[in-house]
């Protein structure tokens, strides 16, 4: 039972970054029919805005401590990041070291900016192309995305720490009635399943309640009608793209202190939120979220040394089985609506 | 139709002479420049290149073979290559390290693996279709690692020993690891030539990739020009109608994925015959990406566009990847100071370290432009300088790759 909770546990928040990149794609699948490859980039840039932030807090200035000596007998030099200096110790520590959560209200206004650029300025001409020609231009795109931010930050992983008041783990078990010390989940890894919860909430309770939303969902089903009515289906169609970006963008942005962002982390979870979308079903939201947690629980529950002593190296490979099973048991996918991709 | 003895119609015939020729004199003809002028650096007539760009040029030639005829988009085909390295390297240890058992392995056993998978992923099309083998890709990278650690040697890569059986080859003295050879010819032997101040270097085994390109070569336009070809591009073009004319799609296009897979795992066999080596790394999904790159680049679905698409790529890689900052100066010293700092740094990050970024950019530019790839690009610039007219529409110009003459196969 314990082992069970614990996996289960382990498995949200692999399971949510999936999720959410994955609901991401939908959207701009399910609005534009564009099939981007760049996607897994933007959650790749989300992480690296939250590193940006970071290091911005953290520029410093040098002033030489005369009380004091270093270990040569010089004066010790003391770095004072600018925050510290403009707003008071207390304050500027404290937005250093919340520089995360921070960093989701600075990556919103980049991501939309980088989805809208994308957009306008590439995939719009590629509406009218084959799915394969979308498939190839968005992939070069990651390549030369993943190779810009090669460029600025490195190719070693940065690490980009939670505030400390995240930093531990809770005893899950104790909480429940269980012996203490059996299931300790880290602190972070539980925010990180609520604000994707909060962020997934949000953009079905957008598409749902809202009268943009409504317009979006009527263009999804019938794009042609929606714009025989007289509405600019186009440019609320951007919008939603823009959305999509953010929403990766800060998926990555929350998920930089579990995973030290690096600059090819994009590409390793674009693939597996690919099979996460396919699982789900080409164009469904629900799918692709429900697809999201089930398959971030099965490797979770896979890694289970129970289960690779029967089957050694399942966990390596679980989620290409399922994928592999559903699509040949239901070709549409879990939740797959009728006449979206069919061919 | 007249055809000659290799069952090829004179065109055909002239186009295979000059791929011929072309491959051939390789070595002189990547080797333009004198050694120790300014230019030497762009020289690629050493062994290691030209024997991965006829490796290369196999492998795209087999993917265009799915993607170009039937639209099929593969995103594992690196799987098969690197099940081929495995096979042949398997073979090398076991056997004999005369290349050509490993080689026939390596196309056998990722054959076999190009039907199981194929069977599976073609009950899909579309993008479900680049998705499944994209699945069944990474399935077999992660599984090399991890649970087949025993048959692939996980991180390290499967490599020759002292110590293995090799049981054709008999007892060997010293403490060497052996060659690979072709019967007794070893493969990594060159004779260096120094003619018109260039040195011109014949490498045996880039001479046996020669012939087995051309020879892979061979086979596809054969395949492209047979009835067999026309029913592949029937799927490409509207497999309803290919249906309702009461022709299965299903067995034609799973052909096509086990001979490009064969020449996958063909390509993955010289690439281990060349160096006896394979790791997990050649099947990762990056190294599918490339291969598709080549092809699109190149052309896909013509015939000379996927070697030319390998050609250049590699190429470009390789010199590209050997330009750092002290070479831009050289260049560019003639400029003002200001001017040639910002000059060499726009060059460097497309050259040395910056190579992908270039990969990238050339990439969207291909797609984006030039969806025919070079080869379009070619005869586009080749009809206009021809006509010198304005009009350049591309009906006006029949490609007859894309539009083939429906009346030659209708006998």
């Known amino acids: 039972m314990e082992t069970i909770l614990l996996q289960l546990l382990n ?14 794609l939908t959207l701009i699948f399910g609005t534009l029919g564009v099939v981007n490859f760049a996607h897994g980039a933007l959650f790749m840039i989300g992480a690296f805005c939250a590193v ?6 953290n520029l410093s200035f040098e002033t030489v401590d005369p009380t004091k000596t270093d270990f040569l007998g010089n004066p010790l030099k003391v770095k004072t990041p600018y925050v510290e200096a403009w707003f008071g110790p207390d304050f500027g520590h404290a937005l250093i070291d919340w520089s995360v959560p921070l960093a989701i209200l600075f990556s919103i206004p980049i991501m939309i900016a980088v989805g809208f650029i994308m957009e306008r300025g590439l995939i719009k001409h590629f509406y009218k192309r084959p799915h394969a020609d979308q498939i190839l231009v968005t992939f070069g795109l990651a390549i030369v995305l993943q190779e810009v931010i090669k460029y600025f930050y490195g190719a070693n992983p940065i690490s980009t720490p939670a505030p400390d008041a995240f930093k531990g783990s809770f005893d899950f078990g104790a909480m429940l009635g269980f012996d203490p010390n059996i299931i300790i989940y880290p602190y972070w890894r539980l925010i990180y399943f609520g604000f994707a919860a909060l962020v997934i909430g949000a953009v079905f309770s957008f598409l749902q309640f809202t009268t943009f939303g409504m317009v979006v969902r009527a263009g999804m089903a019938d794009r042609e009608t929606v714009g025989l009515l007289g509405i600019n289906i186009d440019r609320r169609f951007t919008l939603m793209f823009g959305l999509a970006a953010a929403v990766a963008g800060v998926a990555g942005v929350m998920y930089a202190p579990i995973l030290s962002p690096n600059y090819h982390m994009g590409m390793d979870f674009l693939v597996l939120s690919f099979v996460v979308v396919v699982v789900g079903g080409m164009g469904s939201l629900p799918g692709a979220v429900a697809a999201g947690f089930l398959l971030g629980i099965l490797e979770s529950f896979a890694s289970m040394n129970a289960i690779k002593s029967i089957i050694p190296g399942i ?10 099973v559903i699509l040949l048991t239901r070709p549409r996918g879990l939740m797959g609506r009728k006449g979206v991709m069919e061919e | 139709m007249k055809k000659n003895l290799l069952g090829l119609n004179p065109k055909d015939t002239k186009f295979l002479l000059i791929v011929v020729l072309l491959t051939l004199f390789t070595p002189i003809l990547l080797q333009p420049f004198a050694a120790g002028s300014e230019l030497a650096q762009f020289n690629g007539g050493y062994p290691d290149l030209m024997q991965k760009i006829a490796i290369f040029g196999i492998f795209a030639v087999g993917f265009n073979i799915l993607f170009g005829l039937t639209g099929y988009l593969s995103f594992g085909h690196a799987a098969f290559l690197g099940i081929g390295s ?6 090398f240890k076991l056997l004999t390290m005369n290349v050509i058992p490993g080689i026939i392995l390596a196309m056998v056993v990722s054959g076999l693996f190009a039907a199981a998978i194929g069977y599976v992923s073609l009950r899909r099309s579309g993008i479900y279709f680049s998705i499944l083998t994209l699945a069944f890709a990474q399935m077999c990278y992660k599984m090399a690692y991890s649970v087949l650690t025993p048959l692939t040697n996980g991180e390290t890569g499967l490599q020759l020993t002292l110590n293995d059986p090799r049981i054709l080859d008999g007892a060997r003295e010293g403490s060497s690891l052996p060659v690979t050879n072709i019967f007794g010819l070893a493969m990594n032997s060159s004779y260096k030539v120094e003619a018109l101040g260039r040195v011109f270097t014949f490498n ?3 001479y046996f990739c020669a012939v087995i390109a051309i020879l892979a070569f061979y086979v596809a336009i054969r395949l492209f020009r047979s009835p067999f070809g026309m029913m592949l591009r029937a799927v490409k073009s509207n497999q309803q109608r290919m249906t309702y004319t009461g022709l299965d799609p ?24 060349m160096d006896p080596l394979a790791g997990a790394d050649r099947m990762l999904w990056t190294a599918s990406g490339e291969v598709v790159i080549m092809t699109i680049l190149g052309g896909a679905g013509t015939l000379m566009g996927p070697v030319l698409g390998a050609g250049v790529i590699k190429y470009l890689e390789n010199i590209f990847s050997k330009i750092n900052e002290g070479v831009l100066h050289d260049w560019f010293s003639f400029l003002p100071d200001g001017v040639e700092d910002v000059v060499i740094w726009v060059f460097a990050r497309f050259t040395g370290e910056g190579w992908h970024l270039t990969l990238g950019v050339t990439f969207m530019l291909v797609v984006t432009f030039l969806p025919g790839g070079l080869i379009e690009g070619l005869k586009r610039l080749g009809s206009r300088i021809r006509n010198g007219s304005q009009k350049r529409d591309k009906y006006d110009n029949p490609d007859p790759e894309h539009r083939p003459d429906p009346g030659k196969h209708v006998v």
Do not use: E, H, N, R
């Open chain 1, 11 to 24: 498995g949200l928040d692999k399971g949510s970054a999936y999720a959410l990149i994955a609901l991401g």
């Open chain 1, 52 to 57: 940006t932030l970071s290091k911005l807090l």
């Open chain 1, 315 to 324: 966990d390596q490979i679980i989620i290409y089985v399922v994928a592999i």
């Open chain 2, 86 to 91: 495995y096979a042949a390297v398997w073979m």
């Open chain 2, 204 to 206: 045996v085994g880039f």
């Open chain 2, 250 to 273: 299903k067995p034609y296009t799973l052909a096509a994925f086990v001979i490009s897979g064969m020449y996958a795992g063909l390509a993955g066999g010289l690439l281990a015959a």
